[in-house]
């Protein structure tokens, strides 16, 4: 679902309810995907965290997804 975000297939918000920091090890891994490069800090920030049910649901409320330049994002991709 977060790759339909990322090509613009839905705008709808892609979140993890981290409770007692379950999802910890993956958010440090998505992270670690933006420091090297492979993903980029927009797509990045397309996932919503909280650990709170309410305070998740109200930053799906407010999420704006990014815009993105999909053109830039394909020639950059084909120039690599």
């Not at 090509?7 to 007692?20: A, D, E, F, Q, R």
């Not at 670690?32 to 799906?60: N, W, Y």
Request: with cysteine; charged share 25%; glycine share 4%.
């Amino acid at each position: 679902m977060v790759t339909w975000a990322q090509l613009g297939i839905h705008p709808k918000p892609c979140g993890l309810l981290n409770v007692k920091q379950y999802y910890d090890g993956l958010l440090d891994f998505l992270d670690h995907t933006v420091s090297e490069g492979f993903v980029e800090r927009e797509h990045r920030s397309m996932i919503l965290v909280d650990e709170d049910p309410e305070k998740l649901l109200q930053k799906f409320e407010t999420y704006h997804p990014p815009v993105l330049d999909k053109a830039k994002w394909v020639l950059q991709l084909s120039s690599d």
